[in-house]
């Protein structure tokens, strides 16, 4: 694996576009600055609406990317080339947003050793488009070589600075030079603050010191060229990491994930743009960008659900660790004839060898997920495409045949709605989930939080209040439901009912039946007094 910082990123830029430019697929994976929390009563349009304001208030720190590329020359052979990318957007002119962090994220990444010294010292800047468009307007206004110029802390020595630069162009002629000594002050501030006192100069740091700045009077034409191509200088370094993204778009390459809708929202938000207001704009916009996405989770379930009883492979979990412990070869159990061999490049190899395991590196799980995926696509064409005693080494587009079924079928986490398909329009978005009705027989207050506890042989499960006396349960689909109605039909504390409204159509719908029933009530009561008065 290679890491990625500040650093080395214009060097290793060119070499990882021109890597996307030639691969097969790619594959990623990131950590967060929040996990967030959600319900399985929510439907798939209130889901999106989480993941929005989620991913607009925290951030990507750490990316994973990994990819692969087909051998021509050994088609049986992947090389694959895996780097961990540390991300931290530096102010800027207007860039300058605040961002989120949950003690519980935080306190999962310590426990996976996440470094937060380079996250925050060596992280990579990025922008969406909205943010870029913004700079952009801002630098044409400002001029390129603006910024925060820490005055409270270098005021006195940049006012010094400036003075030496004052008298010394007074007395010169185009094309001179001027070499100062900054001391204490960092070259690029002490530029950049020269460069916005004076119009009729160009100040940049000194490649022979790393404390000097050199200063060249130039002539208004030269001084708005500069200025401009700082101004694209500036852009690209702010822009930084989202120029990996871009280049995945524009190859319209395959993109593997696990579980990966909370990955796909983050990222449209923070290296793409603004997220649209809705889900079905959000999947048109992604359906566009990335024609192309696998979530392993969801072809690993698949898989699982259509492999033969007699087949070699034992998916007992679709966890990303589970599906690596059993398809890596190491298992007994992993013996598909003509499987892609994997081979890392050399760093990649030396990290990632024999026995290395560290889950919940963003770095590693894109391998994992990359690797998962492809193992998973020979199955896949092992079962749908060909057969046991006929499989061969097979081209990418084979594999990729094989899988087709599950493409652009993205994982709903947490929830009874299965699944997410991109190709399709979003039906039924506000519709919730699998819900069955309890309430009391003799008008008994019910606990939700008590409740619950009647239900933890059913797996997960939520309870939410709907009158004092009755609670909504939703839960993972409608087998379960169907257990908890077969199961409580016979309760003598409780009447039970399927239900397949929406809790805030509920909470709308009992006053309306309650009302009915008083009035039922009431109304025959005032005829038989008003007979009985006459």
Request: hydrophobic share 40%.
């Amino acid at each position: 694996m290679t890491e990625v910082v500040r650093e080395n990123f214009k060097e290793l830029l060119p070499v990882i576009l021109g890597q996307i430019s030639d691969a097969s697929f790619v594959s990623f994976d990131a950590e967060f600055t929040t996990l967030g929390e959600f319900s399985l009563f929510d439907s798939l349009e209130q889901r999106y609406v989480k993941l929005r304001g989620q991913a607009s208030s925290s951030v990507i720190n750490q990316f994973g990317l990994s990819i692969f590329t087909q051998d021509p020359a050994n088609p049986e052979c992947y090389q694959v080339s895996c780097y961990n990318i540390y991300l931290f957007q530096r102010s800027f002119g207007p860039l300058n947003k605040p961002f989120l962090c949950e003690p519980q994220s935080l306190e999962f990444l310590t426990t996976h050793k996440f470094d937060f010294n380079k996250f925050i010292y060596q992280g990579i800047g990025y922008t969406n488009r909205a943010q870029e468009s913004m700079l952009r307007s801002y630098l044409a206004k400002n001029g390129a070589r603006c910024g925060s110029f820490e005055r409270e802390i270098y005021g006195d020595e940049l006012k010094d600075v400036c003075s030496k630069v004052s008298q010394w162009i007074s007395a010169q002629e185009k094309g001179q030079e001027l070499d100062i000594q900054c001391g204490n002050i960092p070259a690029d501030l002490a530029a950049i603050y020269i460069c916005f006192q004076f119009p009729n100069v160009w100040a940049f740091k000194s490649d022979d010191h790393e404390a000097q700045v050199r200063v060249k009077i130039v002539s208004s034409d030269e001084r708005k060229e500069l200025d401009k191509k700082q101004m694209e200088t500036n852009l690209d370094e702010q822009r930084g990491f989202s120029q990996v993204i871009e280049a995945i778009i524009k190859a319209k390459k395959p993109i593997v994930g696990h579980n990966c809708l909370l990955d796909l929202v983050r990222i449209y938000q923070q290296f793409i743009d603004d997220l649209p207001s809705t889900l079905e704009r959000f999947r048109v916009k992604v359906r566009i960008l990335f024609p192309e996405i696998y979530d392993t989770k969801l072809v690993a379930l698949n898989i699982k659900k259509d492999q033969p009883n007699e087949f070699p492979v034992a998916l007992t979990g679709t966890r990303l660790d589970e599906l690596y412990l059993a398809l890596n070869g190491q298992k007994a159990g992993y013996q598909v004839p003509h499987s892609p061999n994997i081979v890392m490049d050399k760093e990649t190899g030396q990290i990632y060898g024999d026995g290395y395991k560290k889950f919940h590196d963003a770095g590693f799980d894109a391998y994992v997920t990359g690797y998962v995926w492809l193992k998973l696509a020979h199955i896949a064409s092992t079962i749908h495409y060909l057969s046991r005693d006929t499989i061969r080494t097979l081209k990418f587009k084979e594999h990729q045949a094989g899988v087709a079924p599950y493409k652009n079928h993205i994982k709903i986490n947490h929830s009874s709605i299965f699944r997410l398909d991109l190709d399709k329009p979003v039906k039924g978005a506000t519709t919730g989930p699998a819900k069955v009705t309890i309430s009391s027989k003799f008008g008994l207050a019910i606990n939700p939080d008590q409740f619950i506890n009647k239900l933890t042989s059913y797996g997960l499960v939520e309870v939410q209040p709907l009158t004092r006396t009755q609670v909504i349960v939703a839960t993972m689909g409608q087998r379960t439901c169907n257990a908890i109605i077969q199961d409580f039909a016979n309760s003598e504390e409780y009447n039970v009912a399927p239900n397949n409204l929406r809790p805030e159509k509920m909470n709308k719908v009992t006053p309306i039946l309650f009302g009915f029933v008083i009035g039922m009530i009431l109304v025959p009561l005032c005829v038989v007094s008003r007979v009985m008065w006459r």
